[in-house]
């Protein structure tokens, strides 16, 4: 069983890992520059580590996954009106861009979420977990009247993350969030009915 210190200290050099990649990539990012910005030693890093580079990149994966989530949970779990979506897709845009490269996103898309296969399984999940709440949230924006009735809820979730991605891409590429906010709003406005009722 880990100790609370212990499981500050693996935290810790998580958070480190995190942002080195953040400002300096993967490949760049050495076990040296983690432990000195988190303060431990190589012996400490191997004993939350045993396995090194490709376990904490892993724990790296899964924590900007985490972020994700975090940062979007509280909108996808309530995704059921046109207000409901316009809301999701401005922290979206807005996280990215105030974020840029540093974002979650931008981080498990261009940089450690394709490291490795077990990196790449998480970074899956992550896109499994995240697709399949649009998808709750495109079904019951359906039964509100408010979304086609006749668009495939799974493919419509699948079309909307991947806007979401390509969006990102072209931001880490060129520094404007311009694309990702078009990708969104060409996939809402594809999805949510204009005509819809109001809501009494």
Known sequence: MATAKGAATRRRIVEAAAAEIRERGTLATTLDDVCRRSGTGKSQLFHYFP???????LAVT???AGRVFDDQGPYLDGLDSR?????????????CRDR?????????IADVGRYGPAAQTVTAQLVRRWQAAIRVGIEATQAAGEADPALDADRTAAAVVTAVQGGVSVLLSTGSAD????????????????DAPERT
């Open 179 to 194: 694309h990702l906010e078009a990708a969104l709003d060409f996939c809402l406005d594809r999805l949510l009915l204009a």
């Open 62 to 64: 899964e924590l900007e």
């Open 100 to 108: 840029g490269p540093h974002c979650p996103l931008g981080v498990l």
């Open 83 to 95: 207000a409901a979506w316009a809301d999701w897709r401005d922290t979206v845009v807005r996280t």
């Open 51 to 57: 396995r090194g580079r490709e376990q904490l990149l």
